[in-house]
Every structure is written in structure tokens, then in C-alpha cells.
């Protein structure tokens, strides 16, 4: 199992990137942290002991508690935020 850098996660809306409230969840910032450096949600899954269809619920969360459009720009968000690095 690969290590994580954890830390607080930020939600919000597709609002100035300074403005993303910090309200993610632990597991979704488990699972965008893998997110952004590149993992698929089958890695994802196995890194965390968890199901592809609870990754995909809990990306599927913190992508409408950011209100990004996509999980492209999701983790654009994120990433610029410095919640995760790549």
C-alpha cells in the first residue's frame, strides 16, 4: 500500500479557487490526494481498502461540494488550492 500526505481538503463552488471552503470529508480527501497524483479508481480502491463504487461515491462528493465540472477539473481545483499535490 502507498503512503498518503493527508491533511484538511477544501470543497466549494466554481468560485476563485481562494474562496473553496474546507469541508471534504477524511475519505475524500483520501481519495482525491490519490486522485491527483494519477491513480485509477481501481488503485484507488485497493490503496484504501475500499470498493471501486465507494471511490467513485466519494468523488462523485467532493466534485459537487467544489462544483467543479468534471473530476478533471476537480482535481485542477484541488491541486491549485495546494489540498493535494501531484
Known amino acids: 500500500m502507498r503512503t ?3 491533511g484538511m481538503a477544501n470543497g466549494g463552488s ?3 479557487v481562494s474562496s473553496i471552503p474546507r469541508d471534504f470529508s477524511r475519505r475524500e480527501t483520501d ?3 490519490l486522485l491527483v497524483r494519477g491513480y485509477t479508481d481501481e488503485e484507488i ?3 484504501l ?3 471501486h463504487a465507494t471511490v467513485r461515491f466519494h468523488l462523485d462528493g467532493a466534485r459537487r461540494k ?3 465540472r468534471s473530476r ?3 482535481a485542477a481545483l484541488v491541486v ?3 489540498v493535494a499535490h501531484p
Do not use: F, M, N, Y
Request: charged share 10%; glycine share 8%; with cysteine.
Open 4 to 6: 498518503l500526505e493527508l
Open 14 to 16: 466554481t468560485a476563485p
Open 31 to 33: 481519495c482525491l490526494v
Open 45 to 47: 480502491a485497493s490503496d
Open 49 to 51: 481498502a475500499i470498493t
Open 66 to 68: 467544489a462544483g467543479a
Open 72 to 74: 478533471t477539473h476537480l
Open 80 to 82: 491549485a488550492r495546494g
